[in-house]
C-alpha cells in the first residue's frame, strides 16, 4: 500500500508518506519471507519420527542445527496443527528420599491418641527451597 502511494506521489518522501499513513518507515522497506508450508510441516515431521519425544523447543532448535531457521511461535502452530501437542502437567519436587539404606526412627506414637497435655511431643523441620547457597529451616537462615 505504501509503494502504491509512492508510486502515485513521486514527490513526497517515504517519511512524510509514512507519517501521513502513521506507519514505521520500516514497514516500506519491509520484504516478507516465503516460506514453502509443505516443506516446514515436512521438516518437522522429519525431526519428530527421528525424536517423538521433542516438544517445541527441541524441535526449533533442531531445526535450526538443519539450517532451518523458524521461531517459536511457528513451530508451536505447526505442532498444533500436527496434533502432536500436549500439556504438560506441575512439576513436583521430590524433597524427601525415603528408600535411603540409612536406619529410620520408628514412629512411636503411631495409633497412640494423647489423653492429657503434654503426652506427646513431636517437631517438625521444614526444608524450603532457595538458590543454593541459603538454606531456612523453620524460618533461621543457615550459611554453609
Known amino acids: 500500500m505504501i509503494a502504491t502511494v509512492a508510486e502515485a506521489l513521486p514527490h513526497l518522501t517515504v517519511s512524510e508518506i509514512c507519517r501521513v499513513l502513521g506507519c514505521a518507515r520500516s514497514t516500506y522497506y519491509y520484504q516478507p519471507v516465503e516460506r514453502d508450508a509443505v516443506a516446514l510441516v515436512n521438516a518437522v515431521e522429519r525431526v519428530l519420527m527421528r525424536y517423538p519425544f521433542y516438544g517445541y523447543r527441541r524441535v526449533r532448535a533442531q531445526l535450526a542445527r538443519e539450517g532451518l531457521s523458524l521461531g517459536e511461535t511457528r513451530v ?3 505442532l498444533a496443527w500436527l496434533g ?3 500439556r504438560v502437567g506441575p512439576v513436583r519436587v ?3 528420599d525415603s528408600k535411603h539404606a540409612h536406619w529410620r526412627y520408628p514412629n512411636l506414637i503411631r495409633g497412640m491418641r494423647p489423653t ?13 527451597r532457595l538458590v543454593p547457597s541459603q538454606r531456612r ?7 554453609f
Do not use: S
Not at 492429657?116 to 524450603?128: G, L
Not at 529451616?137 to 550459611?143: E, I, R, S
Open 76 to 78: 508451536r502452530k505447526v
Open 116 to 128: 492429657r497435655p503434654n503426652q506427646v511431643w513431636v517437631a517438625d523441620i521444614t526444608y524450603i
Open 137 to 143: 529451616y523453620n524460618g533461621y537462615k543457615l550459611a
Open 84 to 86: 502432536v501437542t500436549r
Open 94 to 96: 521430590q524433597t524427601t
